[in-house]
């Protein structure tokens, strides 16, 4: 008699196991088929050049003065946010959305 409740209780638990899980996967998107290409001119971007960085042009005589590598990395810091501004300022351009005239 206990063998039997042993392999019901032991029958139970592996089929609780074996449970279905549930499909976490979103549905698939829809696709929208356009009728004709439209094309957009994009503007050509200006020429930004890198700059020199003060960090690097320190002589051996200045790279071992621990207040003018801290002045050169304060400098190169600054030369880097400008830097980095000017690009992020270059491609606003191409973050606009683009309207175009379809009539």
Known sequence: MEMRTLIFALTLLVTGCGTVAKKDTPDPVQIQRVPQIITAECPTPKDVTRPALLINLLSDEDKNDAGKIAQ???????????????????LDAYRKPVTVDTK
């Open 72 to 90: 050169a990395y304060k400098a190169t810091i600054l030369q880097l946010q400008r830097y980095s501004s000017e690009l992020e300022t270059m």
